[in-house]
């Protein structure tokens, strides 16, 4: 099912786009992330308090706003109001909070897009019934990988949509049996998203047993090495989603644009 993904691989997907060089989760982000010769990026989506699907990783809006209080109690509009890049740098004052459907129409077909579906304070507020419904208006059932830390929302997307991709992910520290690659059978998934200190050569047996695709992903706070992305490639991983795709690329040998102007670590 995620053949036709993979044309390029390993795929290159920025971490909640570039968030070196710009507001994390913000379409500047996006389309920097694309400048940088990514194949795609990762974003996090959850519901506003009036239900519509927009682009956020933390719970509240305190970190990467002007504002505060909690996504879930907070309206479109309420969101729509605040800056999303002053905190990052001057540059990107005015940036604001982008809608999911907004982030579809600025990456188009011209992207792969992971959606990762973060309501895990609010598990059955219905996200993942938004999300397929966007992904369908869109036309882009075939270029979005839908992944989440909590396997019942990847089974809501199978039982809306057996079609669509999906991805299972885990990090150190997660319960044992939600980090075995048996579970697949009983929440079916068509990847595993482990974080890149996770991946080993047992784990890619393991996973490519179970006809897994694995794509690792970089905690936020950490560079891309170009060490450990060697690593990831000789280990056989489909993707890698990194917080420095012209790192990433770099050491694949692909074309990417420099990287000028990284002003933040977060």
């Not at 129409?105 to 309501?119: H, K, M, P």
């Not at 507020?125 to 419904?133: N, Q």
């Not at 059932?141 to 992910?169: G, H, W």
């Not at 090495?225 to 991983?237: I, Q, S």
Request: with cysteine.
């Amino acid at each position: 099912m995620l053949d036709h993904l993979y044309a390029a691989s390993p795929l290159v997907l920025a971490h909640r786009g570039a968030l070196r060089d710009a507001p994390e989760n913000t379409l500047a982000a996006f389309r920097r992330a694309m400048a940088l010769g990514a194949d795609g990026v990762e974003l996090d989506v959850k519901l506003t308090r009036d239900g519509v699907p927009i682009i956020m990783h933390d719970a509240t809006a305190d970190r990467t706003t002007d504002g505060t209080g909690r996504i879930a109690d907070l309206t479109l509009a309420e969101l729509k109001s605040l800056d999303a890049g002053s905190w990052f740098d001057v540059e990107f004052k005015g940036e604001r909070v982008p809608r999911l459907d907004e982030a579809f129409e600025e990456l188009g077909s011209r992207a792969i897009v992971n959606v990762e579906l973060t309501n895990y304070a609010t598990s059955q507020d219905g996200l993942e019934a938004k999300v397929v419904e966007l992904i369908h208006r869109h036309n882009l059932s075939r270029r979005v990988i839908l992944s989440s830390f909590n396997p019942m929302s990847i089974r809501r997307v199978k039982q809306l949509d057996p079609s669509l991709p999906t991805a299972i992910l885990t990090m150190p520290g997660l319960a044992i049996w939600l980090r075995r690659v048996w579970l697949a059978p009983f929440v079916p998934h068509e990847a595993r998203h482990p974080e890149r200190s996770e991946v080993s050569e047992a784990y890619m047996r393991g996973c490519r047993r179970r006809r897994l695709r694995v794509n690792a992903w970089s905690p936020a706070e950490l560079d891309d090495k170009p060490d450990e992305v060697r690593r990831l490639v000789a280990l056989g991983v489909d993707g890698i989603i990194c917080n420095q795709p012209e790192v990433v690329n770099a050491v694949l040998g692909r074309a990417s644009q420099t990287n000028p102007k990284s002003k933040k670590t977060i």
